[in-house]
């Protein structure tokens, strides 16, 4: 076969000449350890390639070979509870194959090709198949029912299909299409920078519940919908996208650990097979796929990384699932661009990015959605990314930042002076915003109740009104508010402390359904209202602030689910307070 | 037979253009023999076909073009390691520095290391006691992490760091323990007061020290830090050692890679940086942890001076996105004269919820912890208050806050340079400084530890409305 080679080495761009038949995003091996990379640039006969891998040690004329393919992945039966590099390597094989340092060169299969897996066809000889049909399914985990689809691009009769246990590779269908006869496996590629096709795109409707219930209550996602969080070192960003991680109501997840540190995903592996999921009881590593390309991974494979889970993420969107992608950070996904756009000697765009980073991060988000699937039965997708977003100096002015909320619907912004106070999530009230509030409307209507979106203006409101409240008090001090005012402050300050901190190492407290947050909720602003009208029956604040029932509702983060006579009982409680409250007015 | 090359094309600050060469492979360890005889080193940073280009780790004064000698090793830089580098001095490059032999290699590995598959890595839980009430109490460290301290020109940070060396220990173990210093362009004085501390508390049997001075070559500290982790990660990984690794000042390291970046005419990312320092920083900081199936661990505490004590720079921002927290220190506490000035606020280890609790430290310790953050939080806005309004303005529970935001300084922060508070009395100073507030206000520790571990005052307290309505 016919080589290329390489004629420069620069950290983890290599620029070869004479690659045969060298197409753009077209995957190479390079030198004799057959390292893996991927051709970025085609000039004339020069081919700049960057590599996946340690480039130490290539010389040039070292031989270069291109595979005519771009860079894809595998999907299929095994992806479920896998751990992979930034391009789709599995960790776990590479441990057993080369104990705990990653070596160069490392291939992989990315599915496991002796696992045999029991397929159950769902069509029959003689059926016409058309691109996304589901031809069967593999029950994968308990979790989740994987289903073989047919791949895009490919249409027939079927002319045998198959029972029985296969592995990933095996033949499962045979297909009579126009070019001939076809063989499915249960295994399919896709390009990873290329997004998988799908019928047509909806409106976003349906919220992603969270638990965290500063996000669900104040700035909901929608399923299929996108959100960032912003914030400086030191503010939480991983904790929320391991809580979401952990609870999120999706039915698969794609968590890709892009360029952060290595505890952190240990920490993930460790804490996911022990979690059981609030809903199905099932332990949570059962519907999760990870991605780990942590910060001292070679760079290119970073850059690939978010790619890799996308695809990975629509590929199970299209089998109809609800599909959460997080990605921790998009930051370092963009200076992985920026390092390789610098070793290219582009022209630099705004600090050193590059020029085309906005349209890059746009057509990341862009592949998110509520979707019909392509093929029958007609069946419907959600795929809901949500990016972190490290800004350096936590300057939102930056870059990555403005380019990132151009196009996310939902922005939860995290402040460094809240989580130095340990207020977590420090996700920032006022600023935060979901573009997603007016869209969700009728589902909570429905499903919720009126109540609820009432609680959550009225919440908003004196959380607007306690940052008006707090200037004054700056200057004069808190004892020249008239008691309504200093009632809307201490009702805020509930809200703040009671109801939207929330910690994700408490057991009970990590997790709050939409059903409990409405009863907390319900509680502090139902005390509110109780006051007021005290107030104006001329109770003094200070006693209302002392009801033995603040101390009940600070607590009551700590009930566990699904107790909501409880609830009720301290509702009771706190009109029987400030009853007595108001006959010791009468009786004095 | 190896080739030598004397087609120097062209010198520039730290870097050095060969031509015509053949064979010569990226990251390759290259030799430059002077004219006088010297021997220096550099590494390839580029290869262009038969130009390749090349970071001079000594320097290049007294470089000649046409009569020095480049040879190319065909090797990437190694560096020999030894349990017998236990209790030696080397220069930042790795050669002994203090008059004693050449080190007699037990195995020879790159310098550059391996990333730790993170399959593989051992989350970080236990304790370690460094007897520091500040890191003890409010920011653990476990073994296995990597916690930088933020310090700016003229804060004590050296002294800190000598202490937590000294004091450092997991508690009810004994187990084999060592040091592995780095010093990148610091001061003679500066290192000679580690290497004199390590001596007189006997702990310089237990440490390496690879010591790089201000005067001596500026891209021999690019290699410092990896020579470093290499010997850290062979004592660790190989000798089941505990190893703490100290760097200082990384702010010096990263000043290094900003010269070579420049002067090899690389588009520059914020403030001049390279665009790969944060994966530059990250190679190094990443090299902490532990590995499943292995006995040692490497904790790594790197120092690194604030320009303009600005956090957002660069190079602090960069560190604190990839290390597990850290430890700020406050300019305006070493004012006051309160040693360690640990800024607290800032200050955060990621890792501590599973280094500490019931069987690690003590059962109230998360409570506490909160409980002192939230109080001190509260003390110090009502001290900006009072600035503003004059302490006169203040509520009665205002004032309790300011007196406890001062004694939390002077009786928690605050302690001596060899004052090894063991846990349980960093705790215990905590009980009795929330003892200052009301019960009402220790919302954040749990009733029973109240019972337990609380002082109990003498006379019984008024109910509180009746306080604070009066």
């Known amino acids: ?588 | 037979m190896q080739k030598e090359y004397l087609t120097i094309a062209e010198v520039a600050g730290p870097i050095m253009v060969v031509e015509a060469v053949r064979d010569v492979g990226y990251a390759e360890l290259v030799e430059i023999e002077l004219p006088n005889g010297e021997i220096r080193r550099g590494q390839v940073l580029e290869v262009d076909r038969d130009k390749a280009v090349v970071q001079l780790f000594e320097g290049a004064s007294g470089l000649n073009l046409y009569k020095s000698r480049v040879r190319f090793l065909g090797r990437v830089m190694e560096l020999g390691v030894s349990s017998d580098m236990l209790g030696r001095v080397f220069s930042g490059a790795g050669r002994p520095r203090d008059g004693g032999p050449e080190i007699i290699p037990e195995k020879r590995v790159s310098v550059l290391g391996e990333p730790i598959n993170p399959y593989s890595r051992d989350y970080p839980s236990e304790f370690i006691q460094t007897g520091i009430s500040v890191i003890d109490g409010l920011n653990t460290l476990v073994r296995g992490q990597k916690l930088p301290i933020f310090s700016g020109a003229g804060l004590p940070h050296h002294r800190i760091a000598a202490q937590i060396a000294r004091q450092a220990k997991v508690l009810g173990k004994e187990e084999q323990f060592a040091i592995v210093f780095g010093a990148m362009g610091i001061t003679f004085e500066e290192a000679d007061f580690f290497v004199t501390d390590l001596r007189n508390t006997g702990a310089l049997e237990r440490a390496v020290l690879f010591i790089n001075l201000a005067d001596e070559p500026v891209v021999e500290r690019i290699l410092t830090p990896r020579v470093v982790l290499t010997t850290a990660e062979f004592l660790a990984f190989e000798k089941d050692m505990h190893v703490l690794v100290i760097l200082i000042d990384m702010t010096n390291y990263a000043e290094a890679l900003r010269e070579v970046s420049a002067a090899r005419k690389e588009v520059p990312g914020r403030r001049g940086y390279p665009g790969y320092l944060y994966t530059d920083l990250a190679s190094i900081y990443e090299r902490a942890g532990r590995i499943k199936g292995k006995k040692g661990s490497i904790t790594q505490f790197p120092i690194l001076t604030m320009p303009q004590d600005d956090k957002t720079h660069p190079i602090p921002d960069l560190t604190g996105y990839i290390t597990e927290g850290q430890l700020f220190l406050s300019r305006e506490l070493h004012r006051k004269g309160i040693y360690p000035p640990f800024d607290v606020l800032p200050c955060l280890s990621r890792l501590k919820d599973k280094g500490i609790g019931e069987g690690k430290t003590r059962e109230d310790h998360a409570g506490v912890l909160n409980q002192l953050y939230s109080a001190y939080a509260r003390g110090l806005d009502v001290r900006e208050m009072a600035e503003i309004l004059g302490e006169a303005a203040l509520s009665k529970l205002d004032r309790i806050y300011l007196e406890f935001a001062e004694e939390f300084e002077q009786r928690f922060i605050q302690q001596g340079e060899y004052e090894d508070r063991p846990i349980e009395q960093t705790l215990d100073i905590g009980w009795e400084l929330l003892a200052l507030l009301p019960r009402s206000e220790l919302k954040r520790v749990k009733e029973e530890h109240i019972e337990k571990y609380l002082p109990k005052k003498e006379a019984p307290a008024p109910p509180r409305w009746a306080r604070l309505a009066r």
């Not at chain 1, 809903?279 to 001292?296: H, P, Q």
């Not at chain 1, 130095?420 to 009230?429: E, G, M, T």
Request: with cysteine; aromatic share 6%.
């Open chain 1, 1 to 588: 076969m016919k080589q290329g080679v390489i004629a420069k080495v620069s950290g983890p761009l290599v620029v070869a000449e004479g690659v045969p038949d060298a197409k753009m995003f077209d995957v190479v091996r390079v030198g004799h350890e057959k390292l893996i990379g991927e051709i970025i640039e085609l000039e004339g006969d020069l081919a700049s390639i960057q590599i996946y891998e340690e480039t130490a040690g290539l010389k040039p004329g070292d031989p270069v070979e291109s595979t005519g393919a771009p860079l894809s992945v595998e999907l299929g039966p095994g992806l479920i509870a896998a751990i992979y590099d930034g391009i789709q390597r599995p960790l776990e094989l590479i441990q057993t194959q080369w104990g705990p340092f990653i070596r160069r060169g490392a291939e992989l299969p990315a599915l496991d090709r002796q696992r045999r897996w029991h397929f159950k066809p769902a069509v029959k000889r003689g059926d016409l198949v058309s691109p996304g049909d589901i031809i069967g399914t593999v029950q994968e985990t308990p979790l989740v029912e994987h289903r073989i689809m047919v791949p895009p691009g490919l249409a027939g009769t079927v002319e045998e299909i198959k029972e029985g246990e296969f592995t990933v590779t095996e033949p499962v269908c045979l297909v009579r299409t126009a070019e001939g006869l076809r063989e499915l496996t249960l295994m399919q590629r896709w390009p990873v920078r290329k997004a998988r096709p799908y019928r047509e795109k909806l409106a976003p409707k349906e919220p992603l519940s969270t638990g965290q219930r500063v996000i669900d209550a104040l700035f909901p996602i929608a399923k299929g919908g996108t959100a960032c969080v912003p914030g400086p070192f030191g503010s939480g960003k991983t904790v929320i996208q391991h809580q979401l991680l952990k609870w999120a109501d999706a039915e698969i997840v794609v968590f890709v650990g892009c360029g952060e540190r290595g505890n952190e995903m240990t920490d993930v592996l460790i804490e996911l097979p022990e979690l059981e999921d609030p809903r199905t009881g099932e332990k949570l590593l059962k519907r999760s796929v990870l991605i780990a390309n942590t910060s001292n991974m070679p760079v290119a494979a970073r850059e690939a990384s978010v790619y890799t889970g996308i695809t990975i993420a629509e590929y199970f969107r299209d089998m109809g699932y609800s599909v959460a992608l997080l990605a921790d950070s998009t930051s370092r996904w963009a200076e992985a661009m920026r390092e390789i756009s610098g070793r290219l000697e582009e022209m630099p765009g705004e600090e050193g990015y590059p020029a085309y980073l906005g349209s890059r991060i746009a057509d990341f988000y862009a592949r998110a959605g509520r979707v019909i699937c392509l093929g029958r039965p007609e069946r419907e997708g959600a795929l809901s990314v949500i990016g972190s977003v490290s800004p350096p100096g936590g300057d939102l002015s930056e870059p990555v930042t403005q380019n990132t909320l151009r196009v996310v619907k939902v922005f939860w912004s995290l402040e460094d002076k809240l989580a130095n106070r340990r207020h977590f999530p420090a996700i920032n009230w006022l600023t935060s915003y979901s573009l997603y509030a007016e869209a969700l409307e009728p589902y909570y209507l429905e499903r919720v109740g009126r109540e609820w979106l009432d609680l959550r203006r009225e919440a908003m409101r004196l959380l607007q009104v306690e940052a008006e409240l707090e200037e004054i008090v700056r200057l004069v001090g808190v004892e020249a508010l008239s008691p309504s005012d200093r009632l809307a402050l201490e009702t805020a300050r509930s809200i703040r402390e009671d109801f939207l901190m929330q910690s994700a190492f408490d057991e009970v407290d990590a997790y709050t359904s939409l059903e409990k947050q409405l009863r907390m909720l319900k509680l502090i602003i139902r005390f509110h209202e109780l006051g007021r009208e005290a107030i104006a029956r001329g109770a003094p604040i200070e006693q209302i602030l002392e009801l033995p029932i603040r101390e009940a509702i600070a607590q009551a983060k700590f009930i566990p689910e699904g107790q909501s006579e409880r609830f009720a009982q301290l509702e009771r409680e706190m009109e029987g307070q400030f009853e007595e409250l108001s006959k010791e007015r009468v009786a004095g």
